[in-house]
């Protein structure tokens, strides 16, 4: 089944991860290394973030479920200090991809975010924000787990996205910095790039594809 469609994740492929920001915060508190990203895969479908990201919980519910889950490990952090950290900067050569990808395939976005700032569910300035929407207007589709209600890996989010284009997940490239995430595109039948770097997931990319990028 030849590739019609090219599925993108959001934070950490068309802009910087925001695991960078963790680590940063982290070693600025004297705090182990990868804390942030241990208390959100703690009980990773039920745990405040889990819940955030899905909708279930507002910001307040988020800062103070999320100081719980942090003093139960160690080490207290208020919820709206993560959230402070989560907007990434906007990679230009990736959006220039966006555009040649679009000439010729369908691209949607599927994002795990929350309600919180001026992005698309990210707290940024008002200069990135400007930044996000136009990066944000390339693609059909966003699906947005907090506005959808779903989240990845939930296989349904994945299918939603293939039904908004109307593809088969056969016919479609997908593309995220997690793993975890990248397994039920896999078992779905989607194509995976892991992005490590902005060079290498384009690399691979244009080889998937058989495009000049």
């Given amino acids: 089944m030849s590739h019609q469609a090219v599925l993108w994740d ?3 492929v068309i802009t910087s991860s925001p695991f960078e920001a963790f680590n940063r915060y982290e070693a600025e508190r004297g705090l182990p290394l990868d804390f942030i990203r241990r208390i959100n895969a703690t009980n990773p479908d ?11 919980i507002g910001i307040e519910e988020f800062d103070r479920l999320f100081l719980e889950e942090s003093r ?3 080490h207290p952090i208020p919820g709206r200090e993560v959230i402070a950290l989560l907007a990434g900067d906007v990679r230009p050569r990736m959006v220039e991809v966006l555009r040649r990808v679009k000439r010729d395939f369908r691209i949607a976005c ?10 698309p569910g990210m707290s940024r300035s008002a200069e990135s924000a400007a930044e996000v929407r136009e990066a944000m207007a390339l693609f059909e589709h966003v699906l947005e787990s907090s506005r959808e209600g779903l989240r990845k890996p939930q296989p349904e989010f994945y299918l939603r996205a293939c039904q908004r284009l109307g593809v088969e997940p056969g016919q479609v ?3 995220d910095d997690l793993g975890i995430n990248l397994k039920p595109a896999r078992q779905l039948g989607m194509t995976t790039i892991k992005v490590v770097s902005e060079t290498q997931a384009i690399r691979e990319l244009g080889t998937v594809l058989g495009v000049e990028l």
Avoid at 113 to 119: C, I, L, P, Q, S
């Fill in 10 to 12: 959001f934070g950490g």
């Fill in 46 to 56: 039920t745990n405040a973030w889990a819940q955030f990201e899905a909708n279930r």
């Fill in 72 to 74: 139960a490990a160690g």
């Fill in 110 to 119: 599927l994002t795990n975010n929350v309600r919180a700032g001026k992005g």
């Fill in 173 to 175: 490239v997908y593309l």
